[in-house]
């Protein structure tokens, strides 16, 4: 009975394999652990250009593409994303200094509202899979650690 099952279960994983939607969320995890472990000598170079928040940013613009949401929320995604990458750019390059606060509060804030977003679309997207797979269960993972940097990121205000 059990070898049925799993018999089941991994013909499943083979039809979900072949139509391209299983390993959406294998692939941002791995792409969020690598960036976990190579952040703190990205950091230790002394540039001012973010490489770690560019990085970042497009690792979740790339997981909200593959997941198909509509073309309204990709564009507003990209919209704050790319916000938040450009005054996070001004504000690590001193340009605007006497409104220094006030760009890294819209900063922090634009990065925070494009966390969120993502977050929702996961949820979204995960809650809405009628089988349990391998990989939503990765997608579980990721949408912790994504709940993780959103209150890193309100931890900054």
Known sequence: MVEKEAIKFIHQEEKLLRRGVMNRYTQLLFSMIALVIASPFVLKIEARFPVVSLIFVVILLLAIRAIQVSKPIYLASTLLAVGAFI????????????????????????FALFVGLVIAVMIQNLFSQHNVTADSVRGGICLYLLIGVFWAILFEF
């Open 87 to 110: 005054l996070e750019c001004i504000f690590n390059f001193h340009w605007l200094a006497p409104y220094r606060e006030l760009v890294s509060l819209i900063s922090l804030s634009l």
